[in-house]
């Protein structure tokens, strides 16, 4: 059974930083492509990361470039989101998520399994 837990949201203030984690069981996390999507307070989900399987090759939304770092540890099958110089308008509900595709989409509709989501606040 595939199953992702994630872990490490929480309160921040303006310009803190937070490392979010997504552990994977049931399958192993680098033959996927995984990204990381938040949904604002009455917004769109949108995706923020994504790193592709095997190569690793990473992509990022403009609005986090710079600021953000998506990694894989195969050895403990966990993939990280580590977020810097945190705004207020990146709160929101973080979820990993697993894709077949070739590359590092950040497209929700190639995604098939997903996470629970961990919230993030950012608030002084």
């Known amino acids: 059974q595939v199953q992702f837990e994630e872990s490490g949201g929480g309160l921040v203030q303006p310009g803190g930083s937070l490392r979010l984690s997504c552990a994977a069981s049931?399958?192993?996390?680098?033959?996927?492509?995984i990204g990381w999507f938040r949904r604002a307070p009455g917004k769109e989900r949108e995706g923020v990361s994504c790193?592709?399987?095997?190569?690793?090759?990473?992509n990022y939304a403009d609005s986090v470039k710079g600021r953000f770092t998506i990694s894989r540890d195969n050895a403990k099958n966990t993939v990280y989101l580590q977020m810097n110089s945190l705004k207020p308008e990146d709160t929101g509900v973080y979820y990993c998520?697993?894709?077949?595709?070739?590359?590092?989409?950040?497209?929700?509709?190639?995604?098939?399994?997903w996470g629970q989501g961990t919230q993030v606040t950012v608030s002084s």
């Open positions: 998520a697993a894709s077949w595709a070739r590359g590092a989409t950040m497209i929700a509709g190639e995604y098939t399994y």
């Open positions: 790193i592709s399987s095997y190569r690793g090759t990473t």
């Open positions: 049931g399958f192993t996390l680098d033959a996927y492509a």
